[in-house]
């Protein structure tokens, strides 16, 4: 008898995924980061390397992101 996956679970298994690979998606392509954007949105991981991407690799880009994105801002209200 072949595994059979149920319905219910599939459903399950998709609101998880959602959520976390939109978030890291959206971050991916405000941060400019192509290759992490394509990675994230071929691969599957149940959502871990999406979580392993939003709270570990992009911190360390979004700091330097930000700081970029308040020097703009200071210059534009000069």
């Keep these: 008898m072949p595994f059979q996956i149920s319905p219910i679970l599939i459903f399950i298994i998709i609101i998880w995924v959602l959520p976390w690979k939109a978030w890291a998606l959206w971050r991916a392509a405000r941060l400019g980061q192509k290759v992490w954007f394509v990675v994230l949105l071929v691969l599957n991981t149940m959502g871990i390397l999406e979580i392993i991407y939003l709270f570990v690799i992009s911190k360390k880009h979004l700091k330097g992101f930000q700081s970029d994105q ?8 000069f």
Excluded at 70 to 77: F, H, T, Y
């Design 70 to 77: 308040s020097q703009k801002d200071e210059i534009k209200n």
